[in-house]
């Protein structure tokens, strides 16, 4: 934020402030102290709960669940990203057709819950013959979801591409083709790499629907740990952090890559700031 | 075709639940969220840091390890609800956080000469925000706000995996019982959801367009 909220705090302001810290902390204390004695008292801090974490069987099952959801984000976001060239392609066709039936596959798998587009790929696809197992399932429900929300970043990313660029490229004679794979797809990319990098966070926090249709991705190993030593808690503690810390990692990674943008100034600045919020919003 | 017709009421009932998980949590999570986003940018540092960690740590779990700290973890610490309850909590814990941010996004939005000529007429940041920046804030966010709601909805079909019975545990388990029809059922289903998220979209759309201010 460039404009304060607030005037800067004079003597009597600073002292309130003082003051307001140390109650705001006391409270902030207050609650974490309330769930720390509750977690206490039910015997959630006992070395048995913890201890196991420490045993090179009981992180092998961690490290197995961990590349597992590497191995599902990884495979789904590969796909996603072929499939979402594709669709944003399609979507800046000629043929209202094809437009409309691009349109019509984004607008539709944007709007189902991601669960039910894996138990249509668990439950559906065996009924035609075709049975891909939880992983297979997984895969396919994140590339149509992942696939769809990708190319409304493209197209945004290639909306964003100034227009004179185009309008350029046709007048050097380049095809309508050439003109997409050389002028405005190579900018579209620079400018939407970020919220691209956001996506990624999304696509690995939905990998852990695998623990629904038992997959064995890093939350289900976690279920493997706590239904044998009964630990929920610290598991999910435990889980947690992992999840929480590769994710931080690519969104240092995202914040790195606009700071760098924005530094160049290759990339034009409206777009550069106008589609990162237009999709941060997709990232629930 | 005959299973949706027959079993009409379960599907209902299963929407019913999704709506009222989706209202419930989705009010929750607007009051919470605020609240949060006014944390995040109040003077006092203490309490941004508290709602930046919460907001950080929150986002960055996959809400199914919400569900599961919550609906298996809770009752290990003598919290015990419905499960209904457990999953309010657990979509109303995760998806505040996305509020708040849209919500902060929104404040940071404003044009700084609106918060300059606040303070300049004397106003403390208790007024700066209630008179100034939220009402502005809030109708720059109807639009990514409509966007959180919207994933609230789809994300209320997690529950299906934690005891509630709302659409998508129903769409399980009538295509388990009848899976000759599995097809039709799960296509039923997703026209449900998909008319609940259309309507939605819809509802914001007006929304916007009724709250937009000459500029």
């Known amino acids: 934020m460039t404009i304060a909220l607030y005037d800067p705090p004079g003597p009597i302001a600073r002292r309130r402030i003082l003051i307001g810290s140390v109650i705001g902390a006391l409270v902030v204390a207050g609650l974490v102290a309330v769930v720390v004695v509750k977690l206490i008292d039910a015997g959630q801090f006992r070395s048995a709960f913890w201890e196991p974490f420490t045993r090179p069987g009981v992180q092998r099952i961690l490290l197995r669940g961990l590349g597992a959801t590497l191995r599902a984000a990884g495979l789904a976001l590969v796909l996603a990203l072929a499939l979402s060239v594709l669709l944003a392609a399609a979507r800046l066709s000629e043929r209202r057709l094809v437009r409309l039936g691009a349109t019509a596959f984004t607008e539709f798998f944007r709007a189902l819950p991601l669960l039910l587009l894996v138990f249509f790929a668990f439950l559906g696809l065996p009924r035609f013959g075709i049975d891909v197992g939880p992983f297979g399932a997984l895969v396919i429900a994140l590339t149509l979801y992942n696939g769809s929300v990708m190319a409304e970043i493209f197209r945004a990313g290639v909306a964003a591409v100034p227009h004179g660029q185009v309008e350029a490229a046709f007048s050097l004679g380049l095809s309508k083709s050439t003109v997409f794979r050389r002028i405005q797809f190579p900018q579209a990319v620079r400018i939407m790499l970020p919220s691209l990098i956001s996506q990624m966070v999304v696509l690995l926090k939905d990998t852990s629907l695998g623990f629904i249709v038992a997959y064995e991705e890093l939350l289900r190993s976690g279920r493997l740990i706590y239904t044998n030593i009964g630990n929920v808690i610290p598991t999910a503690i435990v889980v947690a952090a992992i999840y929480i810390t590769i994710n931080l990692a690519l969104s240092g990674v995202a914040a790195w890559v606009e700071r760098r943008q924005r530094r160049s100034g290759r990339v034009p600045v409206t777009a550069g700031t106008g589609v990162p919020t237009e999709i941060g919003v997709g990232q629930v | ?215």
């Open chain 2, 1 to 215: 075709m005959d299973v949706l017709l027959d079993q009409r009421s379960l599907i209902l009932d299963g929407f019913l639940m999704t709506l009222r998980l989706t209202a419930v949590s989705g009010v929750l999570s607007i009051v919470i969220g605020t609240l949060l986003a006014i944390l995040r940018v109040c003077p006092i540092p203490t309490l941004r840091a508290a709602a930046g960690t919460y907001v950080v740590l929150l986002r960055n779990t996959p809400l199914t390890l919400v569900f599961v700290l919550v609906a298996f973890g809770f009752p290990r610490i003598d919290i015990r609800l419905s499960f209904v309850a457990f999953a309010t909590v657990a979509l109303t814990a995760y998806t505040c956080t996305f509020v708040c941010e849209a919500i902060r996004s929104g404040i940071n939005a404003i044009d700084g000469g609106e918060i300059e000529a606040a303070r300049s007429i004397g106003l403390p940041f208790r007024r700066v925000m209630s008179l100034v920046v939220l009402p502005q804030a809030f109708r720059r966010v109807i639009p990514p706000m409509g966007s959180v709601l919207i994933a609230l909805t789809k994300n209320t079909s997690i529950a299906a995996a934690f005891s509630v019975t709302e659409a998508t545990q129903v769409a399980r388990r009538l295509a388990n019982s009848f899976a000759s029809a599995t097809i039709p059922i799960l296509v039923g289903i997703a026209v449900g959801y998909l008319v609940i998220t259309l309507v939605m979209s819809g509802g914001f759309a007006v929304l916007e367009r009724r709250v937009a201010t000459v500029r």
